[in-house]
């Protein structure tokens, strides 16, 4: 049996599903789609698009980035 269970799964193995990942970052599902068929944001396929929350982690890391605000995106 697992030692981990709902109420104590470390971060590295939390996933997220696109309604939550959406609502974290406080944008629509369609727009956490594109960025899963992009490939910008990675996923994993259990049944449904899992996000892992390293992942998450690393796609804000890079949008935070000087190469993205230099591609004339703006807020």
């Not at 590295?12 to 599903?17: D, I, N, P, V, W």
């Not at 727009?31 to 910008?40: F, H, P, T």
Request: with cysteine; hydrophobic share 35%; net charge negative.
């Amino acid at each position: 049996m697992s030692e981990y269970n709902i109420t104590n799964v470390p971060m590295e193995l939390k996933t997220y599903t696109v309604a939550e990942a959406a609502g974290l970052l406080g944008i629509s599902k369609d727009k956490i789609y594109e960025y899963l068929r992009s490939g910008k944001l990675p996923h994993v396929k259990m049944g449904m698009c899992r996000i892992r929350h390293q992942s998450l982690v690393k796609f804000l890391d890079e949008l935070e980035s000087t190469e993205y605000w230099e591609s004339g995106v703006t807020c």
